[in-house]
């Protein structure tokens, strides 16, 4: 049996994601060009502006993060509106742009990752972490990249406003609890989601699709919720009676990492409303 007790379910969730299957800030994100944001600085000033580092990113969370930390210019491999991106199968014509970047950014668990870094040329290569949405982690990686990128005035001032809204939605999420508050299992890779909402997660599922018995182990927990990944839909343990809440971890094409929690606090607060 694969389930993880809630007392392990931090430590779980970090250690597993090396195998992660994560969503996107919507079911179906519409897909678009390489994602580009505008150039950092002031646009007024009569000097102009420097601009920040050409990066090519594997996926969404990844290209997230770089904006975060004050890229300028953020080229995607996996388009925004793939289910499972690191899953993606890249073309030669989709890691091209690899080899003109100052730096290609990547997760380790991401399928391609081999391609886009002999793709990668003489640029910089810089791993990052897999999907996990959770403030310290964010907070870490986007300082990281912002040390390196030289963009730490950029990355503190997202920082400011990602610590301030994660708070608030935070705050939203847990507001909307019923007493007593519910209870939820969850699939392995957003369980993570019940610390940010207030919700006692007492067992994981998945990846893999759940058999008979796992599903009468979960049902057993009478969990008034289940939490499901958004982009691994054939997962989920079907209980009967209990609310579902389809849950994202990767930004849509904008590269906006605070709307993934937006969303998140959407649902969380729809299936908690009476």
């Not at 847990?174 to 369980?191: H, I, Q, W």
């Amino acid at each position: 049996m694969r389930f993880v007790r809630a007392a392990a379910l931090t430590a779980a969730v970090t250690l597993s994601l090396f195998a992660s299957g994560c969503g996107g800030t919507d079911d179906s994100t519409p897909a678009g060009d390489p994602t580009r944001s505008a150039p950092t600085g002031d646009t007024t000033s009569s000097a102009p502006a420097t601009p920040g580092p050409k990066v090519v990113a594997s996926t969404t969370w990844v290209g997230a993060l770089a904006k975060a930390a004050g890229a300028s210019e953020v080229t995607l491999v996996a388009p925004a509106d793939v289910e499972h991106p690191p899953d993606f199968q890249p073309t030669a014509r989709d890691l091209k742009a690899a080899a003109d970047a100052d730096y290609v950014l990547y997760a380790e668990t991401d399928g391609f990752a081999p391609r886009l870094i002999k793709a990668a040329g003489d640029s910089e290569l810089i791993t990052v972490i897999p999907v996990e949405a959770t403030p310290g982690k964010i907070a870490s990686e986007v300082t990281r990249l912002a040390n390196t990128f030289g963009t730490a005035d950029a990355a503190k001032a997202w920082l400011s406003t990602f610590n301030a809204e994660y708070t608030a939605l935070s705050g939203q999420a847990k507001a909307a609890l019923p007493n007593p508050a519910p209870t939820a299992v969850s699939e392995l890779f957003v369980g993570y989601w019940g610390s940010f909402a207030g919700i006692e997660v007492t067992d994981l599922y998945g990846p893999e699709p759940v058999t008979a018995s796992e599903r009468a182990t979960l049902t057993a927990k009478k969990p008034k919720l289940v939490f499901t990944n958004a982009h691994v839909p054939d997962v989920d343990p079907k209980i009967p009676g209990a609310t579902r809440v389809k849950l994202v971890n990767y930004p849509g094409k904008d590269l906006d990492l605070l709307g993934v929690f937006r969303t998140n606090t959407e649902r969380l607060t729809a299936a908690l409303a009476p």
